[in-house]
């Protein structure tokens, strides 16, 4: 099946600087991908849509400063969380569509900021 | 909105026995359910997805779910549960540009 990877798989990061995230498919071309965030026991927060060589789609509350979402290429789409705030600790997810109804799931990358 | 709700924040069955992790949903038209399985500090794994066709959809690893037009459920089973199933279970439901929603999630606990 797909493969999507993430880098990292983790970080730790001090309060206000940024850190930037890779979703790559590795073996398709995906023109949308989408950036999940997973609090602890929680369930998947939808935080934007990235559409291939446009600007990215975020969901209302999201704050698209601080979540810079750049899809630059048919196989990347990069997050970066800007000023990062121990609060945006968090398991960041990213996902390619692959069809109307399938996407793919990347292994997840594990924010930490101190 | 689409929205998929799972009732229960954890599931414990014993190994060998028969498993059920429900789902409900609320959809406007058609209703495209999908279950997904996360193990801890990973990403989700597809397990299977109803589109249309028959209730009774069969996916990965032995599992399988019944689309319930009446009951508006998608219920997760398993006949015979393994102490790896062990896992977060995810009930989803497709949203207009194809992005999905997803329930809370289900701890499910299978014991030796």
């Known amino acids: 099946g797909a493969v999507v990877s993430q880098h990292p798989s983790r970080v730790i990061c001090k309060s206000g600087t940024s850190v930037k995230i890779e979703c790559r498919s590795l073996?398709?071309?995906?023109?949308?991908m989408f950036w999940y965030r997973q609090f602890p026991k929680k369930s998947l927060m939808l935080m934007a849509t990235?559409?291939?060589?446009?600007?990215?789609?975020?969901e209302q509350g999201v704050e698209k400063d601080k979540f810079l979402i750049n899809h630059a290429s048919l196989t990347l789409s990069t997050l970066t969380v800007t000023s990062a705030h121990p609060e945006d600790s968090s398991f960041y997810i990213c996902?390619?569509?692959?069809?109307?109804?399938?996407?793919?799931f990347g292994p997840g990358t594990r924010l930490t900021v101190t | 909105a689409q929205s998929v709700a799972q009732p229960e924040d954890q599931v414990n069955v014993a190994e060998g026995n028969p498993l059920t992790v429900k789902c409900t949903y609320s959809?406007?038209?058609?209703?495209?359910l999908f279950w997904y399985v996360q193990y801890p500090n990973r990403g989700l794994q597809f397990l299977l997805k109803?589109?249309?066709?028959?209730?009774l959809v069969k996916g990965s690893y032995g599992f399988e779910a019944e689309f319930n037009k009446s009951q508006t459920s998608f219920h997760l089973k398993k006949p015979s549960a393994l102490v790896s199933d062990s896992a977060l279970y995810f009930c989803?439901?497709?949203?207009?540009?194809?992005?999905?929603?997803f329930g809370t999630g289900t701890r499910l606990q299978v014991f030796p």
């Open positions: 996902s390619a569509r692959v069809s109307a109804y399938e996407q793919y």
């Open positions: 073996d398709f071309q995906a023109t949308t």
């Open positions: 990235s559409n291939e060589g446009s600007k990215a789609t975020y």
């Open positions: 959809v406007s038209g058609n209703p495209y």
């Open positions: 109803y589109i249309t066709g028959d209730n």
């Open positions: 989803a439901v497709r949203d207009y540009g194809d992005k999905l929603i």
